[in-house]
């Protein structure tokens, strides 16, 4: 049995590095950090990392729909979410992941485009 991409990266450690980094890299850039100013940096970091573990085959869980609420009222561009996937992909080169992995997250990153950014 093959096992998920959650535990050949290493689990919840290695990804909640991984988000520390990602968000890091977005509160320093001027193109995405206003997405977050009225944001809870601690809670959207736990979700998000419950998120990624769920994206990579790990123990948390989102619907589609919950993940379609979260970002409604958000209205994230095509242009800023191409952004934040970059930062994204940054922090995943950062951590040293095999390059197919960083391959495979990022695609199931794109995956969720269609609920984060409105048509």
Known sequence: MRRSLYDS????????????????????????????ADVDMQQLIDHQTKFICSLLGGPASFTD?????????????????????ALFVEALNDAKLPAADIDAIAKAFEAKRPLIVPR
């Open 65 to 85: 729909d919950q993940i379609r609420l979260a970002h409604r009222s958000i209205n994230v561009t095509d242009d800023a979410f191409n952004h934040i996937a």
């Open 9 to 36: 990266i290493g689990g919840f450690g290695t990804i909640s590095k991984i988000v520390l980094s990602f968000y890091g890299k977005v509160l320093e850039s001027e193109d995405a950090a206003p997405y977050f």
